[in-house]
């Protein structure tokens, strides 16, 4: 058994793709009050959640707070990045296909821009957070990631939903009114 500060760390996985998909799928699922997506694309969450469009509205609709936190396509350091990446699945067209997808789910979803998280993606589900820290020339897909789960006041859970909020007050508005 865990005693340390670690024992909020329920997982690491070398690339994010190596993230077994039923962790998001149940941690969405599991999710009651807050589902934060802090994601530069989020675009993964379409192909690897089935229906997430129609359970992220049931979720809203019940009065959870769901949230998209999403990079600025206009933003010079995301054109920098995709420069880096270089693949025909632009972030912008990324980041397009996920507005359009929340659009889907036909429910007040609040999306804001940012173009501080292009380093560190963090999605918040209650009381579990999925981090990915991005590495080099790398898509998000090879990002380091963690799984945490709250298991302790001021511990490395709350930092990174600190580090969400933080930038959701911060990021600009283009969803519907917060």
């Not at 009050?33 to 675009?43: D, E, M, V």
């Not at 229906?51 to 920098?80: H, I, Q």
């Not at 990324?94 to 929340?102: D, F, H, S």
């Amino acid at each position: 058994m865990k005693v340390g500060t670690d024992r909020e760390l329920v997982g690491i996985y070398p690339r994010r793709a190596d993230l077994p998909r039923s962790v998001m799928r149940e941690a969405i699922e599991r999710a009651g009050s807050r589902l934060w997506f802090g994601g530069y694309t989020s675009y993964f969450l379409w192909l690897e959640v089935p229906d997430a469009a129609a359970t992220l509205a049931a979720k809203a609709n019940a009065g959870a707070d769901v949230r998209f936190l999403l990079g600025d396509p206009d933003s010079p350091v995301t054109t920098e990045r995709e420069r880096i990446e270089s693949t025909p699945l632009t972030l912008a067209t990324r980041i397009a296909m996920t507005r359009a997808e929340i659009n889907k789910a036909n429910a007040a979803i609040p999306v804001r821009l940012s173009d501080r998280h292009i380093a560190m993606s963090v999605w918040v589900f209650d009381d579990e957070a999925i981090v990915a820290t991005h590495i080099g020339a790398g898509l998000g897909q090879d990002s380091v990631t963690l799984h945490l789960r709250r298991g302790q006041d001021g511990g490395a859970f709350d930092r990174y939903v600190e580090h969400f909020e933080s930038l959701w007050v911060a990021g600009k508005s283009i969803g519907p009114a917060d």
